[in-house]
């Protein structure tokens, strides 16, 4: 049981960089693989990144990993995201999820979920 908690989110313009973060309480947080998925507008949920309990092993939907960067501290229980060079299609809802399987990119492979932080990328 875990719960997490999204943050980071807001209004930027294209080309702009923002850095989300995922607080975890509640579980043992580095026993799980973390991970980031979105949801545009009108469209379903979709991988972005994942990261081993260590930190040590990622994986990136191929579109995202020249921009995005996946993270955890461990000692924080924290997880982080950095966006960088931002698009308007990256708008979307944001969140992070866990398990304590694989770095998997569907949504049923992760069991906990926090509510998401809204990213809306615009001129």
């Known amino acids: 049981q875990v719960q997490l908690v999204e943050s980071g989110g807001g209004l930027v313009q294209p080309g702009d960089s923002l850095r989300l973060s995922c607080a975890a309480s509640g579980g043992a947080f580095s026993a799980y693989v973390m991970g980031w998925f979105r949801q545009p507008p009108g469209k379903e949920r979709e991988f972005v990144a994942a990261i081993g309990p260590r930190g040590r092993v990622t994986n990136y939907v191929d579109s995202l990993k020249a921009r995005f960067t996946v993270s955890r501290d461990n000692s924080k229980s924290t997880l982080y995201l950095q966006m960088n060079n931002l698009k308007p299609e990256d708008t979307a809802v944001y969140y992070c999820?866990?398990?304590?399987?694989?770095?998997?990119?569907?949504?049923?492979?992760?069991?906990?979920w926090g509510q998401g932080t809204q990213v809306i990328v615009s001129s």
């Open positions: 999820a866990a398990n304590n399987r694989s770095l998997g990119v569907s949504v049923g492979g992760y069991d906990y």
